[in-house]
């Protein structure tokens, strides 16, 4: 079974780095999918963050990515997310997921399909 | 704000059935598969649907996924209170280049 685990600080100051890893277990990243990274502020809506694959290749949310660095670490089998600059509206849930993204029948098949538990970041000074 | 719109609000008795829709356009749902996510209170989202309608294993039948033209609807049957949650819809952009998700729908059992 896939598992997955943020870790990080709870709490980061304005205008400072936001650093968290997401530790993969039962599945080795090596093994290829994408890797990603979803947010949501408290009391609203999911939004994807970036993505990850195995090789280092990486695709962002163009609202954030001129502030955004997502790396990965295939022999601790985890990944990381760094977002500069802060403020407060990035205080979110902030979340890691195996991403699904395929090309099907000149269609895209995007999705989520295991999930870690969430890990709330404040940015508060 | 998302490009993919979603009722705030459905509600139901036990035992009746809910759709919710997801509304968007030719540059996500027109041309990409959809899925939908249960987010129960305090927890992380799960995978209902893929592939439009398609369930993961563990996935109970109850839940149903469709798709026409710019539009997806996930149905719920034999409404059980354990089904309150938030559902969310989600695809791939292509103008965006990225995933998107709906704007979220609560579900009540009356």
């Known amino acids: 079974q896939v598992q997955l685990q943020e870790s990080g600080p709870g709490l980061v100051k304005p205008s400072e780095t936001l650093s968290l890893t997401c530790a993969v277990s039962?599945?080795?990243?090596?093994?290829?999918?994408?890797w990603g990274w979803i947010r949501q502020p408290p009391g609203k809506g999911l939004e994807w963050i970036g993505s990850?694959?195995?090789?280092?290749?990486?695709s962002y949310n163009p609202s954030l990515k001129s502030r955004l660095t997502i790396s990965v670490d295939t022999s601790k089998n985890q990944f990381s997310l760094k977002l500069n600059s802060v403020t407060a509206a990035d205080t979110a849930v902030y979340y890691c997921a195996r991403h699904i993204q395929t090309g099907l029948q000149l269609q895209w098949e995007d999705y989520f399909d295991y999930w870690g538990q969430g890990t709330l970041v404040t940015v508060s000074s | 704000q998302s490009v993919l719109t979603q009722p705030p609000s459905v509600s139901a008795a036990p035992g009746q059935k809910v759709t919710i829709s997801c509304s968007g356009s030719s540059s996500n749902i027109g041309n990409n598969y959809v899925c939908w996510y249960q987010q129960l209170p305090g927890t992380a989202p799960k995978l209902l649907i893929y592939e439009n309608n398609k369930r993961p294993s563990g996935i109970p039948d109850r839940f149903s996924g469709s798709k026409s033209g710019t539009s997806a609807t996930l149905g719920i049957t034999g409404l059980q209170t354990g089904d309150e949650a938030d559902y969310y819809c989600?695809?791939?952009?292509?103008?965006?280049?990225?995933?998107?998700f709906g704007t979220g729908t609560k579900v009540t059992v009356l």
């Open positions: 039962g599945f080795s990243i090596s093994s290829g999918y994408y």
């Open positions: 990850i694959y195995h090789s280092g290749s990486t």
């Open positions: 989600g695809t791939w952009d292509s103008s965006l280049r990225g995933n998107v």
